[in-house]
């Protein structure tokens, strides 16, 4: 399978606890999101990468939440402290950066489920 | 004010008939467009780029409006298998794309 892979897909986690989630974005692509979704809304942008570089972060997230992209493949996002107001799905996208509107397509994973209870 | 805002629905219709959805978006800069289609409890899948003379692929055609910034949907003779929700998806004159609540539609033998 050469999509997006994400893992875990489900996490269940304590108030308090940190957790991680992993996205293995397609291989070519140098573009990286992270959306959060919870149940009857559309997902909604947390951060994007650019190769390794963070290049923006939605100003609602807190400083809970981090985000890496170390060598420019997989990207990691952390949640510390974790509150029950977290409970969400996370999706992670990738793209590929060209010209034209074909280089905004973004290909999601089948996302992280968690539940913090 | 949303960055981009969708009727949630739920729209209810036959089989082969026709319905459109709308979105209208806020950001005047906005420069991408898209129709993303998710399936209960998948993850959103690409339906079509939306274009600037307008576009259509089979049985749907998208359409732009940036005088009044809005984007439209239509699916002609539709299917069972078109039951989904529907996200209107629009770039913030950046690189954060804004996702709309998303439409629902179910299609009803």
């Known amino acids: 399978d050469t999509g997006v892979s994400q893992n875990p897909r489900h996490k269940i986690t304590k108030r308090g606890q940190n957790v991680t989630f992993r996205c293995d974005p397609i291989?070519?692509?140098?573009?990286l999101y992270w959306y959060r979704q919870t149940l009857g809304q559309g997902p909604e942008f947390l951060t994007y990468?650019?190769?390794?570089?963070?290049?923006?972060k939605s100003r609602l997230l807190s400083d809970r939440f981090s985000a890496e992209r170390p060598k420019g493949s997989f990207s990691t996002l952390e949640i510390q402290r974790t509150e029950q107001g977290d409970s969400a799905m996370y999706l992670c996208?990738?793209?590929?950066?060209?010209?034209?509107?074909?280089?905004?397509?973004?290909?999601f994973g089948a996302g992280t489920r968690l539940s913090v209870l | 004010r949303k960055e981009v805002e969708q009727d949630p629905g739920p729209f209810n219709v036959p089989e082969g008939a026709t319905v459109a959805f709308n979105c209208t978006y806020s950001?005047?800069?906005?420069?991408?467009f898209f129709w993303y289609r998710q399936d209960c409890r998948k993850e959103p899948k690409l339906l079509m780029s939306v274009y600037s003379s307008g576009n259509e692929d089979g049985r749907f055609t998208a359409q732009l409006n940036r005088a009044s910034q809005y984007i439209s949907l239509l699916i002609r003779d539709s299917k069972l298998s078109d039951s989904a929700t529907y996200l209107c998806v629009v770039n913030g004159g950046g690189n954060q794309f804004y996702f709309g609540t998303g439409t629902s539609l179910t299609v009803i033998p």
């Open positions: 996208a990738s793209s590929l950066l060209s010209f034209g509107p074909l280089g905004s397509i973004q290909y």
């Open positions: 990468f650019q190769n390794e570089a963070q290049l923006e």
């Open positions: 291989s070519e692509h140098n573009r």
């Open positions: 950001n005047s800069a906005s420069q991408s």
